[in-house]
């Protein structure tokens, strides 16, 4: 399994920005998905956005859809997560997520990603 940690979270004004990373131990990373998932207090993890291999397929929940960026850097292990526009509803702990390497399905099925990280705080306030 690949490592994660992931590093970026804080505490934001509503309207302002953040760029989450998650750096990622493994020597096949550019063989993994990855993804980013939030849970916010009271609720389930649900998935926020996810990558392919390359970096060419993306996918996005509804909810972020035009305002945050998924992005990855194979020669840096790292895959980011642009979030402008932020809304008090963005308040969550943000996880990544890396699918078993060579799964190439970019997926946002909880169930499909076996290695998670630790977790970074976002909170917007109003």
């Known amino acids: 399994q690949v490592q994660l940690v992931e590093s970026g979270g804080g505490l934001v004004q509503a309207g302002g920005s953040l760029r989450l990373s998650c750096a990622a131990s493994g020597r096949v990373f550019s063989r993994n998905v990855m993804g980013w998932f939030r849970q916010a207090p009271g609720k389930e993890r649900e998935f926020v956005a996810a990558?392919?291999?390359?970096?060419?397929?993306?996918y996005y929940a509804d909810s972020v859809k035009g305002r945050f960026t998924i992005s990855r850097d194979n020669a840096e292990n790292t895959v980011y997560l642009q979030m402008n526009s932020l809304k008090p509803e963005d308040t969550a702990v943000y996880y990544c997520?890396?699918?078993?390497?060579?799964?190439?399905?970019?997926?946002?099925?909880?169930?499909?990603?076996?290695?998670w990280g630790q977790g970074t705080q976002v909170t917007v306030s109003s």
């Open positions: 990558i392919g291999w390359s970096g060419g397929s993306t």
């Open positions: 997520a890396a699918r078993p390497p060579g799964m190439a399905l970019v997926t946002s099925r909880r169930g499909d990603f076996a290695s």
